[in-house]
């Protein structure tokens, strides 16, 4: 959580080309006009609101070396410090600010613009403080408060296996069919195996972008994200026209955590970007699952500092990541894992003795079989009798062998 900043507003008209006091279009234009995560912004807006706090920075734009400080109460000089530096990061972006041009290619992509108050707001994303998102630019399900409170975010590496791949897609495969929306960042690699194993489940998948909406990127994954848009949701923080850059991507990374109820690194290098988005989970008190790979395999040392840390708790099929993200008795895994059966499964103590000295190739009397297990002839010759009528043994003659 942010330090606040202040504890008092003032309000002004701000001198803009469109109706500051619209607050919708004041979020609109903050998305614009701070970095995603800014938390000096968010600490402004929050204290402020967002009309406000867009009237006060225009007053302050005015003359960057003399933020007007003084209409804030109870700013400490080091927070002054701080929004003096941010006035002068912000003010440039106030020449051409126009959220409603952004909007209309909102629209042209058929596209919601949501903001924090809507029905359809994520709750999730209120644990990011001062960090939180001013809009969410959104294309095709935007009802994100319904399929945010059963998700799962699925991430990895771009340079993935086969091995991380086939995993990521049948987790996603499971997860889908467990009621859960699969919530990546549409990259290649373990990002776009999540997306396409929830789209072969028929399920709802969320790509969050590091751009603008109207552009997908990486532009190789462009049919993949259509796919996406197709049943689920593509969505951004920052506005249409917007670059995708690493800051972009690793700040994209604390919304992947912030609207999921569980993240899940499927594969990761030690500098993996993934491990960033764990990062946010930890921060943010939600469960944070690895999938163990091969000890020799680099593509899974993150994965592994994860589980050696004790920042994630192992994960090796989708039952365990519900039981991670979803609602308490509901999604629990079983106590215990079925496991193949075998022939010797379900034998009672007598029975295991006679199967362990049953020979595999060549047959033995029944004397012989009674001696090597240590029972009684008469005993052996009735268990044999219902090991027959089980396939468990096959007479040969007068001879008795293992049976398939």
Do not use: K
């Amino acid at each position: 959580m942010a330090e606040a900043l202040f504890t008092l507003a003032s309000t002004g008209t701000p001198g803009l080309r469109f109706d500051g006091d619209d607050p919708r279009l004041a979020a609109a234009a903050w998305s614009r006009i701070a970095e995603p995560g800014d938390p000096v912004a968010g600490a402004l807006v929050g204290h402020l609101g967002v009309v406000e706090a867009l009237a006060w920075l225009v007053d302050a734009a005015r003359d960057p070396s003399q933020v007007p400080v003084a209409d804030l109460a109870g700013v400490r000089p080091a927070s002054a410090e701080r929004l003096a530096q941010a006035v002068a990061r912000w003010a440039p972006r106030l020449g051409s600010l126009d959220p409603r041009r952004e909007l209309r290619v909102l629209e042209r992509c058929e596209g919601t613009l949501l903001v924090p108050g809507d029905e359809r707001w994520p709750d999730g994303l209120a644990g990011l403080g001062a960090a939180a998102p001013f809009a969410l630019w959104v294309r095709g399900n935007a009802d994100l408060s319904t399929w945010a409170r059963r998700s799962v975010a699925l991430v990895g590496a771009r340079a993935s296996t086969a091995y991380g791949e086939r995993v990521a897609a049948n987790l996603a495969c499971g997860l889908v069919d467990r009621g859960f929306a699969v919530v990546s960042g549409g990259a290649y690699g373990i990002d776009a195996a999540a997306h396409s194993g929830a789209l072969a489940a028929e399920g709802v998948t969320c790509a969050v972008m590091a751009g603008g909406v109207d552009r997908f990127y990486p532009q190789g994954n462009d049919d993949l994200l259509r796919q996406v848009l197709a049943t689920g949701t593509v969505l951004s923080e920052v506005p249409p026209g917007s670059a995708p850059f690493r800051q972009r991507f690793l700040a994209r990374n604390r919304l992947i955590a912030a609207l999921t109820g569980a993240t899940v690194v499927v594969e990761a290098a030690h500098r993996s970007g993934a491990l960033s988005t764990a990062r946010h989970a930890v921060q943010l008190h939600r469960p944070v699952g690895a999938v163990p790979g091969p000890v020799t395999s680099m593509a899974s040392a993150g994965c592994h500092a994860l589980l050696r840390d004790g920042a994630a708790v192992c994960v090796t099929g989708a039952e365990d990541v519900a039981e991670l993200a979803g609602a308490m008795g509901d999604d629990a895994a079983a106590a215990e894992r079925s496991a193949p059966v075998g022939p010797r499964d379900g034998l009672d103590p007598d029975e295991r003795m006679l199967w362990d000295a049953l020979p595999v190739r060549s047959g033995a009397t029944t004397d012989s079989v009674a001696a090597s297990a240590g029972l009684a002839p008469r005993r052996v010759m009735t268990l044999l009798g219902s090991f027959e009528r089980r396939g468990l043994a096959r007479r040969d003659g007068a001879r008795w062998v293992r049976g398939s």
